[in-house]
């Protein structure tokens, strides 16, 4: 199974910049929809495109093994 840290990262980055990140910015800096942000972050969702997750890297400015971690079931 894979799991996003998704709620993490935004943890860090709004520790970093002292001020509250919200899915919509998030989503606005992306284009990854709201929704789709909000199943990452909450775990109901892995499945999602690779394209969505670079963007999400390049938001964070991350690597890959920061956002996703490979879980055995």
Do not use: P, W
């Amino acid at each position: 199974m894979l799991r996003i840290h998704l709620k993490r990262l935004i943890a860090d980055k709004e520790t970093a910049e002292s001020r509250r990140i919200s899915l919509s910015e998030i989503s606005e800096a992306t284009g990854i929809h709201v929704s789709t942000l909000s199943r990452l972050a909450n775990h109901r969702s892995t499945d999602t495109t690779t394209a969505n997750l670079e963007k999400l890297c390049c938001y964070f400015k991350c690597s890959i093994e920061q956002l996703v971690e490979y879980v055995e079931e």
